[in-house]
């Protein structure tokens, strides 16, 4: 199909979609029915039926068949928007594969699976600031141009995910899913941002990318290192307390960003660029905290 969805990876994702839950809706109310007065809302689908969904949207009649408790899902006038967050800062050009290689399949896998579910999908690029935000493409007519524009991608400049999370609040007429795919590599206030996207009605996820030795290093030695994003270069030696220290700044930010998940109801998947990306996918529809 495209370098970034191969056949195998696509029939893993058909799998999947249907368990694929967006809790804010643009408007109207997506899976449930409409609660706008004079709203529309027609059957488009079932999924298995998971703790804590209202009783009210079983299909009685499906389980009297199967024997398996089912969740009718509807469509309104108005979709989900699942708009993916991709961090194409200089940083992220780094490991093997690269990390922005593994960003861009991340977000076509959501975006499949949103476009494949009657969703709508829309990319963001994000550096210091909104480097790019594409039209949103709905249902599966728009997979072709949601996957160029994720081909089309390139990284280059420095961070601030604060900074365009808070641009896409702007630009939102409603909310929806908001999916920020980066390293979290940044100084700034990114989790404040996030804060107020989902005290604005967003549901989130945060999709951490980061590179095996970046978790756990192996440099050894003297070594001068060079800010990919900034051009600050520091002279260090990396013996055993310098990488103990490093492995706890990097431990301490993966437990801000779970700890901020677990708070405010968010998804937190954390994988490194040589996983594989299938079960990336199963804890991302599973709505987990890793």
Known sequence: MNELLDPGFVAELEALRRRMDVRARSGGAGDL??????????????????????LRRVDWAAYARTGEPVIKL?????????????DTSTSLDYGHPSKIDVA??????????????????????AGEGIKQM????????????LLRTLASLTTGGG???????????????????????????DAGPVTAALSRAQSSGHDLALVQV????????????????????????????MDSSALEAYVLRVTGLCEELRAFSRKHGATYVRTKTDENLEAVMRRFVARGID
């Open 134 to 145: 594409s039209r949103s493409a709905r249902s599966r007519g728009g997979l072709a141009s």
């Open 74 to 86: 509807f469509r309104t006038e108005e979709d989900a928007v699942v708009r993916l967050v991709v």
């Open 210 to 237: 980061l590179a095996p030795d970046e978790l756990e290093p192996s440099f050894e030695g003297d070594w001068t290192l060079e800010d990919a994003e900034t051009g600050a270069v520091l002279d260090v030696t």
């Open 33 to 54: 029915l409409a609660k706008r007065r004079g709203g529309s809302a027609e059957f488009q689908d079932h999924r298995p039926y998971a703790p804590g969904d209202d």
């Open 104 to 125: 861009r399949r991340i977000a076509a896998a959501i975006g499949y699976m949103a476009l494949a579910g009657s969703q709508r999908a829309q990319v963001v690029s």
């Open 159 to 185: 961070t601030d995910l604060a900074r365009a999370v808070d641009s896409v609040l702007a630009r939102s007429q409603r909310p929806g899913m908001l999916v920020v795919i980066s390293d979290y590599l």
